[in-house]
Structures are given as C-alpha cells and as structure tokens.
C-alpha cells in the first residue's frame, strides 16, 4: 500500500546545492525507511501500553482499539473507519548487477457509510478510500529483469491515490447489486488475496498482464458493475470501465492521481462478465470463478504493420487491432480442517491475454495456505509457484529490430518462473510480520538475466 511540508523562519544566507537525480532517489528511499520504521515502532510500543487500555488489544481487530467506545458507537450509526499501513521490505542476494535492499510501503485511509443507518436509505452502501505509496523498487534498481513486482505493493505511482469512491446498492431483496463510482476492477472481477509479496501470487491476474486497461488497487478509474445472485451460492455479473491511459500514467498521478475528476483521454471501455460458485464442501469454503474481458479500444499488433508484414522489419507503424480481449479461472477450495478454523486451502489461477497486442499473454499460478501451524490458528504458512509467459511474437518483432538496428535489446520468449514460501506471525490480530523466500528463475523470460534469489519481510498494521 507527501505530507504537508515543513516551514522554517531560520535565515537562510546561502541557498543549498541542488541534489542529483541519484541523491534525490537515494534521499526518498532513506525518508521511506525511517518512515517504515517509525510505524513499526510506535507499533510495538502501542502493543507494550496496551495492557493499560480499557480494550483487550489480544481480541481487538484494531491497534488502537475502541478509541473509549466511539468506534462502536459510531459503527451503530453506521459509520467504519479504516486506516492500515503496509510495508514490503526485499534484498536480493543473487540475480541482477546489483546486490539491494529496497523497502516500499502504502498508507490506507478509508471510511464506509451504511446509508440505510444514517438515512433510511435501505440496501445503500458508500466507500471512500485513499492511499499513498512510497519507497523503491527492487526489481528496478537492482536491475535484475524481472516481469512481476518482488514488491506487490510498488507500483501505480508512489504517490496519493483516490482508491474507491463508489455506491452500491442493493435489489430485489437483495438479488441484485448495482455499483457505481470511482472504482479499481480487481475489487469485483477475479478478486484475489494479497498474502504473497511477489505480484504473481497478488490481486486479481488479469492486471497483470494487461495493467495499461484492466486496472487494479490502488488505481481506479470511472465505472460501474450489476451483480445477480441467482442463487444462495451463485452469481453472474458484468461490468463497464473507462479506459484511459492517463490513469496508468506515474505523471498524471502525481498531479492528480487523488483528485475526484474525469481527465480526457478515454480510449474505450473494458467489460468483464464474470460467473461464481461459492459453495460448502464438506462444511468447507470454496470459490470457483471464470470470466472473459472485452476491451473495446483499440490495440497495436506487436508484430504486424498496416500491411500485415513484420514490422521489426519494415519499421512502418504498427497494425491496429478494434479490441482486445481475454479470459480467466480462479479456484479456492479448502480442503482440509473446519470453516473458520485451522485447515489447508488450496488455489489456482490463469488468465490468458489475446496474443495479438499483450507482451505477457497468460500467467498460470498455483499454491496452498495453511492457517494455524504450531497450534497458532492466527498464523499462516504460504506456498506458491507461477509461470508468466513472454509472447513470442513481440519476441520476434524485438529481434527483428535488433538486427535492423545494430541495437542489443534483452528478447524473453519464454517463462518467467517464480516461488515463495512465506511464514505469517500475528502476534496480534491487528499486526502482522510475515517473513518471505522469492526465488525468480528466468527473470523477464530469458535466459540472458540471471536468476534472482530474494528474501523478503511484509508487515502490516491496522489501526
């Protein structure tokens, strides 16, 4: 998952030199990790004076607990506040030119209204959020190639963010949904957890393999998405998203990535239709998803020019596409254990792209949890592995042009393979350290970068 800024009246006779680009870079990473590191401090001195709060912090879902009762009375109004800070900490000790520790974190601040509580308004649900992301990103610096975040949580521009600003309301005794708003797509189609730090293994899949138009936490775009229940366990819905490339755009964010605004720009929509099965099985939990997307924008071939010859060749303008489209399974079950309680869960996930204009066109994921090891039910052990391929046209286009060029442009054609094993401890439900082993073989696809081993230390607090 930038403040207000200092003034000072002490003169000033001579105006200081004006950092390099390196020594800004090198100056937000130190403020990002003193800032990190803040957090968790005050955390844990929150953890050792909470024995003298009314509230117990060991049941407590919130660090700071009932803020004396407010919270709960203001929840029975309807009124919920959310505030939760993460942190994504990795070092890589093989893989890349460079061996870096970099350290990136998010802010959440949110608040929901139940509308029915407060006006009358049945069936009426408000959410307002926004975030900001700091810090770097291991991948880059370090140069080590890699298609997938060893840090979920960079990304987007580190910077302010009008996440979700959306109504929901609820139809026909609560049959059908109708959203609206400022929303991210992930949220509602193949939502998925974020336990895991690399990216693979985090939030809905199809973004990450066409992010430029199916755009995930903490960007949200204009839109809207109607949700039948057609059963007590099975739904249909479909969605309509404005696509705009500013809204991807780290420049435009900083500007403006939290305003409340519609920038010009939109190129088409995206429309998702998803259906869901959310049974019991054996008293057991499970979420079974597939899903196709339509974008109606328009795509570049990333092999093709507008005469239908290879124009890593030619070097003529790409062949326009009318659309862009894909498809997606996402699968939970668990399979071992009780509802609720300490058990296994097992999921798969895969998304393919269309390979006219995705440079990834499918990412295939599979992995289990299990919650309670060591008769700790708070805790969780994590294991995955994913592959993210490279689409070999785009691959054969780059070569084209390599040999057109004179130029030595890195060609991934294949598998981007990555692993992690993770260890969650709670040592209170409104905290959580989770220390994690990456290993990336093939970053980016090729064999030409070297594979990256990665530890890495995920934390978060929810105030």
């Given at each position: 998952?930038?403040?207000?800024?200092?003034?000072?009246?002490?003169?000033?006779?001579?105006?200081?030199?004006?950092?390099?680009?390196?020594?800004?870079?090198?100056?937000?990473?130190?403020?990002?990790?003193?800032?990190?590191?803040?957090?968790?401090?005050?955390?844990?001195?929150?953890?050792?004076?909470?024995?003298?709060?009314?509230?117990?912090?060991?049941?407590?879902?919130?660090?700071?607990?009932?803020?004396?009762?407010?919270?709960?009375?203001?929840?029975?109004?309807?009124?919920?506040?959310?505030?939760?800070?993460?942190?994504?900490?990795?070092?890589?000790?093989?893989?890349?030119?460079?061996?870096?520790?970099?350290?990136?974190?998010?802010?959440?601040?949110?608040?929901?209204?139940?509308?029915?509580?407060?006006?009358?308004?049945?069936?009426?649900?408000?959410?307002?959020?926004?975030?900001?992301?700091?810090?770097?990103?291991?991948?880059?610096?370090?140069?080590?190639?890699?298609?997938?975040?060893?840090?979920?949580?960079?990304?987007?521009?580190?910077?302010?963010?009008?996440?979700?600003?959306?109504?929901?309301?609820?139809?026909?005794?609560?049959?059908?949904?109708?959203?609206?708003?400022?929303?991210?797509?992930?949220?509602?189609?193949?939502?998925?957890?974020?336990?895991?730090?690399?990216?693979?293994?985090?939030?809905?899949?199809?973004?990450?393999?066409?992010?430029?138009?199916?755009?995930?936490?903490?960007?949200?775009?204009?839109?809207?998405?109607?949700?039948?229940?057609?059963?007590?366990?099975?739904?249909?819905?479909?969605?309509?998203?404005?696509?705009?490339?500013?809204?991807?755009?780290?420049?435009?964010?900083?500007?403006?990535?939290?305003?409340?605004?519609?920038?010009?720009?939109?190129?088409?929509?995206?429309?998702?239709?998803?259906?869901?099965?959310?049974?019991?099985?054996?008293?057991?939990?499970?979420?079974?998803?597939?899903?196709?997307?339509?974008?109606?924008?328009?795509?570049?071939?990333?092999?093709?020019?507008?005469?239908?010859?290879?124009?890593?060749?030619?070097?003529?303008?790409?062949?326009?596409?009318?659309?862009?489209?894909?498809?997606?399974?996402?699968?939970?079950?668990?399979?071992?254990?009780?509802?609720?309680?300490?058990?296994?869960?097992?999921?798969?996930?895969?998304?393919?792209?269309?390979?006219?204009?995705?440079?990834?066109?499918?990412?295939?994921?599979?992995?289990v949890q299990y919650k309670g090891p060591f008769?700790?039910?708070?805790?969780?052990?994590?294991?995955?592995?994913?592959?993210?391929?490279?689409?070999?046209?785009?691959?054969?286009?780059?070569?084209?042009?390599?040999?057109?060029?004179?130029?030595?442009?890195?060609?991934?054609?294949?598998?981007?393979?990555?692993?992690?094993?993770?260890?969650?401890?709670?040592?209170?439900?409104?905290?959580?350290?989770?220390?994690?082993?990456?290993?990336?073989l093939h970053p980016g696809g090729t064999t030409?970068?070297?594979?990256?081993?990665?530890?890495?230390?995920?934390?978060?607090?929810?105030?």
């Amino acid at each position: 998952m930038e403040l207000k800024p200092r003034f000072d009246a002490s003169p000033r006779p001579l105006k200081p030199a004006r950092r390099s680009v390196a020594d800004q870079a090198a100056h937000r990473q130190s403020r990002s990790k003193r800032l990190g590191a803040s957090v968790i401090a005050a955390a844990v001195l929150a953890l050792g004076a909470a024995s003298a709060h009314a509230y117990d912090i060991t049941t407590s879902p919130y660090l700071l607990g009932d803020w004396g009762g407010l919270r709960t009375r203001l929840a029975d109004q309807g009124v919920t506040f959310n505030l939760g800070y993460g942190s994504e900490l990795a070092h890589n000790f093989s893989g890349g030119t460079e061996h870096l520790t970099r350290y990136t974190d998010q802010w959440v601040m949110g608040t929901t209204l139940d509308m029915q509580k407060l006006t009358g308004w049945q069936g009426a649900t408000f959410q307002a959020t926004i975030t900001d992301r700091n810090g770097r990103n291991l991948g880059s610096d370090a140069n080590i190639g890699n298609n997938m975040l060893i840090q979920e949580v960079y990304g987007r521009g580190q910077t302010w963010h009008l996440t979700q600003f959306w109504l929901n309301q609820k139809l026909l005794n609560d049959r059908l949904e109708i959203k609206a708003g400022r929303v991210t797509v992930g949220e509602d189609f193949f939502s998925f957890s974020c336990d895991f730090q690399n990216l693979t293994f985090c939030g809905s899949q199809p973004g990450n393999l066409v992010g430029s138009y199916w755009v995930n936490w903490p960007t949200s775009q204009w839109g809207a998405r109607a949700k039948v229940h057609t059963s007590a366990e099975t739904y249909a819905q479909i969605g309509v998203y404005q696509v705009n490339p500013n809204y991807v755009d780290d420049s435009w964010a900083r500007r403006n990535g939290w305003k409340l605004n519609n920038p010009g720009g939109t190129t088409g929509a995206l429309i998702p239709l998803e259906f869901g099965w959310l049974p019991n099985i054996d008293g057991r939990p499970g979420s079974y998803k597939a899903g196709v997307w339509y974008n109606t924008s328009n795509g570049r071939d990333l092999y093709e020019d507008v005469n239908g010859n290879p124009r890593g060749i030619t070097g003529l303008d790409a062949k326009q596409h009318s659309g862009q489209y894909g498809a997606y399974l996402n699968l939970q079950q668990q399979i071992t254990g009780t509802a609720g309680g300490r058990g296994a869960t097992v999921f798969l996930n895969f998304s393919q792209a269309d390979r006219n204009t995705a440079q990834t066109d499918h990412q295939l994921s599979v992995g289990v949890q299990y919650k309670g090891p060591f008769d700790r039910l708070a805790d969780t052990i994590g294991f995955a592995v994913g592959a993210t391929h490279n689409n070999g046209r785009y691959a054969d286009y780059v070569r084209q042009v390599n040999a057109r060029t004179g130029s030595n442009t890195a060609v991934g054609d294949g598998y981007e393979y990555v692993s992690e094993l993770y260890y969650s401890y709670s040592p209170v439900p409104s905290v959580y350290f989770r220390p994690n082993l990456q290993y990336i073989l093939h970053p980016g696809g090729t064999t030409q970068n070297k594979n990256a081993f990665v530890i890495g230390l995920k934390t978060g607090i929810t105030f």
